[in-house]
């Protein structure tokens, strides 16, 4: 029993002891700590660690110097960067693919250097700067990555979070929210602040905007696009202090026809599209790279679709259209895709009803008809939304038929489609930057091509150029001379009898933009005639600058021209017996004689369905894949993002049907097989994305025998949010019209 008792004490005074030595961290000796020559002479032996290779600009950005002259080298990260003189910290930095954390700068927009989010260390400067607002200097060391810079950023988004409600699960910028990303980056872990967080009441922006300003972070970034990129002067900052808020002081809706973008510049959920609200989530939605319709721009956008419906429409970057805008007509059209679609084919019975039918039994009905009529009493007339493809098959189906007296809507009745120069915009949207003068006839380009618009109205801000304009009254966001109301300002300035010719003589690159609305007018060809002669007095056109433009209101128009859609007879429509309408809303039916066969082909029921005989429906821009060509003469295609409504067809499949119907077969079966058809009338609308400039200016011009109507211009667009079947039709549009425009 001893030697048991012995045996259990000891292990217990061992467990005492090894406890209380397991408190110390045991010492261990290094030759290295024992000799300090050894330890000084070893990290000599080791290799130095490679740097890392430099990395790429952040979104792709590219330097270009003017000058190589003014070139200068920074230091960001340790990394060697050339920047052009002028430019700043951040931009740097993103040039030398470092993306700085911000929130207030937008690189559109002028600089505010107000959230303090891009703070960066820069060496022998006592504290954090800001790197939006301050100039890259030649040699600067920039360090973006520091335990300052992380403390700082820290700091700046506790503050922004100490008023900001925890709305993510309800706030439709939820997913794609940049307050959400940097808190999550750059943000702590907790807050300190535990006193109550302000409120703000919401303000009344029109029906677009959707406002929760208790979320806004004053960045001002919707200050400086309105008053900077859209020209109206609605927003503001008031208050001081903790009772700091954007507002528009007397309360008033937002006018602009750019408000839209105010949306997509937000950087968190203060902002958010009214239409849209609570609809869907980012992450659900299946986006398609498409263009816009609704004008002759072709801005560029994004399709955003859940299923067979679309939700949203957001801009695509192109620095030579549209930049990152589009116009609200662009944006919030999309319900007017789901309203007053034509789902079957239809025909009028006896009674006057419209009855659905099979394919096969409409285009029997089409065919048996169309063959019966002489040849020249075969009328057709393309819609402002058809493509370049269904146009090229209606001109063929209609030759095959003997007649030529083929048309788009907004050409007028005798085109002239043989001198590319009348009917493109020659300087190309984003030359209108380089002009200093700038003169406008029978257009209003804030209602007809707001993109257009904005980039007149940057020009003038960047340049102080100078415009004037010819016309019937009408608002500008941009300081303009109003010359006069009708042709016989022109006269005087063609006849250089007016002041304002001694502006286009001197100016270095003087622009003239004339209004699409002229080709309805009976003397087109004598105003035509009077620009010209403007032209070639004011040195317009060179071989360095073209300065003369046609500004287009239809997405249809320059396709048509270039395919070579004009009638033969200036008054077919009224001798018509057979009627093809692909689209067509906008024709005065009037005067087509009452026993006349009309057929409408389209997709939604609009203007001219009251006098069809037949119905065909047809898939919108968002449904089929179509080409496209803008007013400057680039050619682009839309794809689909959304199936077609019940049994609606493509433009070209209906027409190639009927063809066949008929005995007279077109020779295409395929989107491919029409686009070689095409290639051989217009091979430039088969060039995507590139502009096919006119090959001849005015010498080739016919000498003009006909005298000007002093009657002056008239407005081309009375309402800009209804202006074709899908817009008419959209019912965020109408609320638009009816709230927004001044009565």
Request: hydrophobic share 40%.
């Amino acid at each position: 029993m001893g030697l048991g008792l012995l045996a259990s004490s000891t292990l217990k005074t061992s467990r005492v002891l090894s406890s209380q030595y397991s408190r110390f961290r045991p010492i261990v000796t290094k030759p290295s700590l024992q000799s300090p020559d050894a330890s000084a002479a070893a990290p000599a032996t080791q290799p130095e660690p490679t740097p890392p290779p430099p990395k790429k600009p952040v979104g792709g950005a590219r330097v270009h110097f003017t000058n190589p002259d003014d070139a200068l080298e920074v230091f960001v990260d340790g990394f060697p960067v050339k920047i052009p003189k002028g430019m700043t910290v951040l931009q740097a930095c993103e040039i030398a693919g470092v993306d700085i954390p911000r929130f207030c700068y937008h690189s559109r927009l002028s600089i505010a250097g107000n959230c303090r989010m891009c703070l960066v260390e820069v060496e022998k400067s006592p504290k954090p700067v800001a790197s939006c607002a301050m100039p890259a200097l030649p040699g600067m060391k920039i360090k973006t990555d520091t335990p300052l810079a992380k403390k700082a950023r820290e700091g700046v988004m506790e503050f922004l979070l100490m008023n900001h409600p925890l709305d993510c699960p309800i706030c439709d910028q939820g997913g794609e929210c940049d307050l959400q990303d940097q808190s999550m980056a750059f943000g702590s872990d907790r807050g300190r602040f535990t006193e109550m967080k302000r409120s703000v009441v919401d303000k009344n922006l029109g029906p677009l905007v959707k406002t929760v300003m208790t979320r806004c972070i004053q960045c001002t970034r919707c200050v400086r696009f309105a008053t900077e990129v859209a020209g109206v002067q609605d927003l503001g900052m008031l208050g001081r202090g903790s009772g700091e808020e954007i507002g528009t002081y007397v309360e008033k809706l937002m006018t602009s026809e750019l408000s839209g973008n105010i949306i997509d510049i937000c950087p968190v959920g203060a902002l958010t599209s009214k239409p849209f609200a609570f609809k869907a989530r980012n992450w659900e939605l299946k986006g398609t790279e498409t263009i816009d319709v609704t004008d002759a721009v072709g801005s560029n956008i994004r399709i955003d679709s859940r299923g067979p419906e679309v939700m949203r429409i957001l801009p695509r970057l192109n620095e030579d259209i549209n930049e990152e805008w589009i116009s609200d007509k662009t944006r919030f059209c999309y319900d007017g895709l789901k309203r007053q679609r034509l789902n079957d084919p239809m025909i009028r019975d006896a009674n006057g009803r419209f009855k659905a039918v099979s394919w096969r039994d409409a285009l029997a009905v089409v065919a048996e008809v169309a063959l019966q009529v002489k040849a020249e009493e075969i009328v057709g007339i393309a819609g402002k939304l058809s493509d370049a493809e269904s146009m090229m098959a209606l001109k063929d189906l209609l030759n095959n038929m003997g007649s030529n007296n083929v048309w788009c809507e907004g050409t007028g009745t005798s085109p002239n489609a043989d001198l590319r120069y009348r009917y493109l915009m020659n300087s190309s949207i984003a030359g209108l930057e380089k002009a200093d003068v700038f003169l406008l006839v029978g257009t209003q380009p804030r209602v007809e091509a707001a993109m257009v618009n904005a980039r007149i109205r940057k020009t003038v801000r960047a340049s102080n150029a100078k415009v004037a304009y010819i016309g019937p009254p009408t608002e500008f966001n941009y300081d303009c001379q109003h010359l006069g109301t009708g042709p016989q300002t022109l006269i005087e300035i063609a006849e250089g009898h007016h002041s304002f010719c001694s502006a286009i003589s001197n100016a270095k690159n003087p622009a003239i933009i004339v209004g699409a609305g002229l080709f309805e007018r009976d003397d087109k060809d004598a105003i035509f005639a009077a620009v010209e002669a403007i032209a070639k007095n004011g040195n317009v056109i060179r071989p360095d600058w073209n300065g003369f433009n046609v500004l287009l209101l239809n997405a249809a128009q320059a396709a048509a021209l270039d395919l070579g859609l004009v009638p033969e007879s200036s008054n077919s429509i009224e001798s018509a017996k057979f009627l093809y309408l692909m689209g067509a809303d906008d024709v005065n039916l009037n005067k087509v004689p009452s026993d006349a066969f009309v057929v409408y082909q389209g997709h939604h029921g609009d203007q001219s369905v009251y006098r069809a005989n037949v119905i065909l429906p047809s898939a919108a821009f968002s449904e089929k894949e179509g080409t496209y060509e803008n007013t400057e003469g680039c050619s682009q295609q839309t794809l689909p993002a959304v199936p077609t409504v019940g049994d609606a067809r493509d433009d070209w499949k209906i027409i190639r049907a009927l063809s066949e119907v008929a005995g007279i077969r077109l020779p295409y079966d395929t989107l491919g097989a029409i686009r070689s058809r095409m290639r051989t009338v217009a091979p430039n609308l088969l060039n995507t994305d590139e502009i096919e400039p006119a090959a001849f200016g005015p010498s080739l011009s016919p000498d003009c025998s006909q005298k000007i109507s002093l009657t002056p211009f008239k407005a081309a667009v009375e309402n800009f949010y209804m202006t074709d079947s899908i817009t008419r039709a959209s019912k965020i549009m109408a609320q638009c019209s009816a709230m927004l425009l001044k009565k």
